[in-house]
C-alpha cells in the first residue's frame, strides 16, 4: 500500500515536472528547453532516475499534505479526502528551485560532473548555464503560482513567501560557502548559519509550505517546518562525515574525499577550532590524495568525527521529537516517518 | 507640479529599493549586501545618480497606477484618490528584476564596465556575481508579494504572474541573443523574438501590472500592456540605430559601435538577409575600428538605416495609438505622455 502511494507520488511529481519545464518547449527555445530536460534527467548521454535524483523534496512535500489529515476529520477533497494532486505544483517549484540552485552551484564551484553526467556549463559553457538555472528559477515560481487554481490566493501569497525567504537562505548560505573559501579563521560557529542556508532552508520549506497545504494549524505547521529544518542539519552532518569516512571517501578513489575538496565541513571546523595538528596541516594548503587515510585518521584522533556523530544525533532526535509533535497521520504519515528514518541512517 | 510627483515616486522608489535590498543587511553577509547596494548605484566608486539609472521602470509603473483613475471617479485611498505608494512595491519588484538580469547579463558579455564602473564579476568574481543576480531576482519576488499588504491576495497572484511569465520571455530572449552568436544565417524574423524578450516583455510588464494595480478594467488594461509592449520594440530599434549612427559610435571612440561589438542589430539584419557587399563582410568576421565609418556608410547604402528609421516610426506610433486608447488621467497622464514621448525622441 505504502510503497504504492508514494509511486504515485513521484509519478506525478515527474509529470508536473515536464509540463512545468515545458514552458519553454516552443519553436524558437527546443535546443533552450533541452538544456532543462538534460539537466533534469530527462533526456540526453545519461538520462534515467540516477541521473534525476530521488525526487525526495517533492515527495516530503506531498507527504506533509496529507499526512495533516486525520481520516475522521477531512476539510475538503473529493470522496471526503484531501486531494495531494492539487498541491503538485507546490512539490514542483521545490524541485526546481533545487535544480535552479544545482546548475549555478555547479558553475560556481567549477564542477564538471554531476551524479556521472556533464553539468550543464560543462556541455553548453557558463553564459548559457546561468540562463538555464535563471530559467528553472522562474518556472518554479509560475509552479508555485499554479497553486491557485486548487487553493485560496491567500495560501499562494503565503506559500510564496515561505519559499522566497527559503531563497534567499540558499543565497545567504551560497555567499558564506563561497567566502568561507578565503578564510583561515573559522570555527563551527561559522558552520551552523552555512548550512541552515544551504541544505536546511529546503528542506524546512518542503514540510513548511506542505502543511501550509495541508491546512495545519499553526502548532502543527510549526512542527513540520522544524522537523525539515532539524532533518536538513542532521543530513548535512551526516553527509559530512560520509564525505571524510564513508567508504567512498575512505577506498582508492580519495580524490572525491571532502578533505581533498578543501571543503568547511563540520568535523574540520572542530579541528580548527582546536587548533591542532590537523589544523596546522589543514593551513598549508591542499591536502593531497595520498595523505587522505592519515589526515582523516588524525581527525578521527581529535575528536572531529565522534563531535559530528553527536551533532548529528542531537539532530536527528529534534527532528523526529518535531515529527512525532506534528503526528503525522495515516499512511502518508507512516511513510514520512519511514523516509526520516531512511534519510537519518536509522533503524526504526 | 509635474515635475514634483515625478520626483515623489522616483524618492519612494527609492527608499523602497533600499528597503527590499536591506533584507540582506544581517551581521553575517554585509559584504554581500553590499555587493547588491554596489550594484544599485548607492555605495563604491562611483555611487550616485549616474550610476543607479533613471529608474524609468518603476516610475512608469507608478505612473500607469494612477493615470487608471479618472479624478472624478476614484475607488479607494485617501482623500478619495489612489494611493500610488501602495504600489510601490510592484514598481520596486521591476527594477529589481532589471538589476538581476543586468548583473547575469554582464557576465554572460564579459563585460566589464557598466555606467562607467565596474561590473559586479569584475569586482568580486563571476561565483559570487551570480549569486548576486539570484539575490536580486529573489528580493524581486519577495517586493511584489508584499503587495498583500494593500492589495487583495488574488491580485498579487495576477500581479505575479504577469511578472514571471516576462521573465520567462526575458530568458528566453537572452538564450536567442547568445545563440545567434554562432549562427551565420539569421534574418528580420530573428529579431523580433529576441527583442521581445530581451527589451518588451519588461516594459510591459510595467504598464500591465500598473494598470492591473490601477483597478483598470480589461480593455484599459491590454491597451496598457501593448502601449508598453511598442514603446520596447521602438525604443529598442532607436537604441540599435543610435548604436551605429549615434554621436559615439561615430565619433572617434568607434570601439563603442555595435558594428565592432558584431551585436545582430536591425539595421544589420536587414542586411544579413539582403545578401550585399555589407553581409559578405559581415560573415568575414569582427569589423574593426578603422572598419566601421566605412561599414556604417555601406550599411546606410544598402537600406539598413532607412529602414529600421521605418519600423522605429511604425512600433512608435503603435504604443501611441494605444497610449491614446489607454486615455491616461490626471497629471500622472500628462507625465507618462510626455516620458513616452521622450523615450521615443519625439517632439510633442
Redesign the interface.
Known sequence: MSANLQQSMLDAIEIELKQQVA??D?P??K??HEMLTYHMGWTGDGAGPFAAGKRIRPLLTLLSVISCFDEDKNKEGKDGKINWLHAVSAASSIELIHNFSLV?DD???NSELRRGRKTVWANWG???A??V???L???A??SV?DL?EHY???M??KA??IL??C??E???G???D??YEERTDLSIEDYW?MIAGKTSALLSACTHIGSLLGYANDEKMENFRLFGYHLGLAFQVQDDILGIWGDEALTGKSASSDLVEGKNSLPVLFALEKKGPFAERWHQGPISVDEVDAMADLLEKEGGKAYAEQVSEVETQKALDHLYKANPQGEAGEIIIGLANKLLKRNQ
Open positions: 514552458r519553454l516552443q524558437r527555445t535546443d533552450f549555478h558553475i560556481q564551484d557558463a553564459p548559457m546561468i540562463n538555472g535563471d530559467a528559477f522562474v518556472i515560481n509560475q503560482m491557485a485560496p490566493a491567500e499562494v501569497v510564496s513567501k522566497s525567504q531563497c534567499l540558499l543565497t545567504q551560497q555567499y558564506l563561497m567566502s548559519p
